[in-house]
């Protein structure tokens, strides 16, 4: 136990104390219309030592700050071995922070982090960031007025100010796109995606069921790990890792909205898939699948005009050949037929040019920016 004046920081040890660390977002970001509550069940399965496959090459531990018996602020440290091999680091990240605004839970915090993350002869601290690319990452420090999405995240303003008065700076920034869908295809995106296809003899896989598309699963998250092993800080994802993320959501995707891009051979060469927006029916049910929120869930999976583009991919030996165009025309063509009138891309990396070009056929916005931020001890 870590104490500054009436501010105590209690390590999670138990169940129940994982309970008051998932809840305290909840209660912190109440009312909050802009904010996209996690699942509750997901943030259970992610943060349980039994039930994360990351825990192979992680450890963790997490903490929670109360003052006068109420809490405060949370903060979870991960080291990520298989990370600081890869990129031949010695740091310790730091994730599901959150605090009121007060500058002392805040260093408190952060500093609580630090500390064993030393003990640990971690020599630098970088975060927001989970035990994979595939958890939350990234502080938002632009978009506070703007409506925040399942795969990311959402933190009040003052966040900022706290992190640069801490001493951090920015290691990276992630940028996400929000366009109107066009009642067309763009005709030089509709003559690129056929003229990639001929050129390559590539076709797109058609699925009526999210289980026909479920042998690809694998080749797509096999795809995810060669398209993003030079991105920052990533992590190549395991097997057990992949197995979990097919069981836990492949069942819920609609196949319409997922476009998988094969060669001859019937290997994956790129993939896109997104999914009707769950924000406003999470916000209805603040996070909890039961009693009723499943139904929201279900209503706003069957009908909706907004779609967020989770995951795209292609595999390295297609790059700047224009795969990207056919997935994404396939997609939109899907949008159009099924009334879908805005789409927000997931957070990609600012520098990350190739991934960026493909919204300049469409009349977007750059509408959020969050940051990984970054110091040496």
């Not at 405060?72 to 959150?98: C, M, S, T, Y």
């Not at 002392?104 to 030393?118: A, D, F, N, Y």
Request: glycine share 6%; hydrophobic share 35%.
């Amino acid at each position: 136990m870590a104490k500054s004046d009436t501010i105590e920081v209690v390590k999670v040890c138990s169940k129940k104390d994982l309970k008051r660390f998932i809840k305290f977002q909840y209660q912190h970001y109440k009312g909050n219309q802009f904010w996209c509550p996690p699942l509750r069940m997901d943030e259970v399965n992610t943060l349980s030592r039994e039930k994360n496959p990351a825990f192979d090459f992680c450890e963790a531990e997490y903490w929670i700050a109360y003052r006068g018996g109420e809490i405060v602020g949370r903060v979870a440290g991960i080291i990520n071995h298989k990370a600081n091999e890869r990129w031949n680091d010695k740091l310790v990240r730091f994730g599901w922070i959150e605090f009121i605004d007060d500058d002392e839970v805040s260093r408190i915090l952060t500093e609580t982090v630090e500390e064993w993350g030393r003990s640990k002869g971690m020599t630098g601290i970088h975060g927001p960031l989970g035990f994979s690319d595939m958890d939350y990452e990234g502080m938002l420090i632009k978009g506070f007025d703007e409506q925040s999405t399942l795969t990311s995240i959402y933190n009040y303003p003052y966040y900022v100010q706290h992190m640069e008065k801490l001493g951090f700076g920015k290691a990276a920034d992630w940028v996400q796109y929000e366009f109107e869908i066009p009642p067309s295809i763009p005709d030089k995106v509709e003559r690129l995606s056929l003229l990639v296809q001929e050129k390559y003899k590539l076709r797109i896989v058609k699925a009526r069921t999210a289980k026909e598309l479920l042998p690809y699963a694998p080749k797509m998250f096999r795809t995810l790990n060669a398209a993003f092993k030079d991105l920052y800080g990533y992590t190549e994802l395991s097997q057990k890792q992949m197995d979990m993320y097919v069981k836990s959501y492949f069942g819920f995707i609609r196949p319409e909205f997922v476009s998988f891009v094969v060669d001859e051979q019937d290997e994956l060469v790129g993939f896109g898939v997104s999914m009707p927006s769950l924000t406003k029916a999470l916000q209805k049910c603040n996070g909890k699948l039961f009693p009723f929120g499943f139904i929201y869930i279900l209503r706003a999976i069957k009908k909706n005009n907004i779609i967020d583009m989770y995951l795209n991919g292609v595999r390295p030996d297609y790059h700047g050949k224009g795969v990207n165009s056919l997935y994404y025309n396939e997609m939109h063509r899907a949008y159009i037929n099924y009334g879908i009138k805005k789409a927000i891309t997931s957070p990609q990396l600012e520098d990350n040019a190739k991934a960026l070009t493909i919204w300049k056929n469409f009349n977007g916005r750059q509408h959020l920016t969050r940051r990984c931020w970054i110091k040496h001890f």
